[in-house]
């Protein structure tokens, strides 16, 4: 979160952001930080978990590429309910984790 606010100092007044390097993710730019957000809560980590700190357009790092196949799973599993209604999210499997539970806890 704080570098969301550091980001949007650093953006002049008026200036409309321009991503670079999105390859799954096509929506308004207005929607992509909330969308990402959700990531942060679905997974329980911070950008920097996938995007390097300083270039976030680089392909750096080995978790933003499974970050984009697993958004592909998501939308492709989405698009099978009626009405394009979203059902399933990173939250559905990870629980706030990096990794999924592959079975429920041990009572």
């Known amino acids: 979160m704080r570098l969301l606010l550091a980001l949007m100092l650093v953006i002049p007044l008026g200036a409309q952001p321009k991503y670079s390097n999105l390859q799954i993710l096509k929506m308004p730019e207005d929607d992509l930080i909330p969308y990402m957000l959700t990531f942060n809560e679905g997974l329980g980590v911070r950008c920097a978990y996938c995007h390097d700190p300083h270039s976030?357009?680089?392909?750096?790092?080995?978790?933003?590429?499974?970050?984009?196949?697993?958004?592909?799973?998501?939308?492709?599993?989405?698009?099978?309910?009626?009405?394009?209604?979203?059902?399933?999210?990173?939250?559905t499997c990870h629980?706030?984790?990096?990794?999924?539970?592959?079975?429920?806890?041990?009572n």
């Not at 970050?67 to 492709?76: D, H, K, L």
């Not at 629980?95 to 041990?106: G, I, K």
Request: aromatic share 8%; glycine share 2%.
């Open 56 to 91: 976030f357009a680089a392909d750096d790092y080995k978790t933003k590429e499974t970050a984009r196949r697993m958004i592909t799973m998501v939308q492709e599993l989405n698009a099978k309910f009626p009405a394009g209604k979203t059902r399933i999210t990173c939250y």
């Open 95 to 106: 629980r706030v984790e990096t990794t999924p539970l592959m079975a429920p806890p041990a």
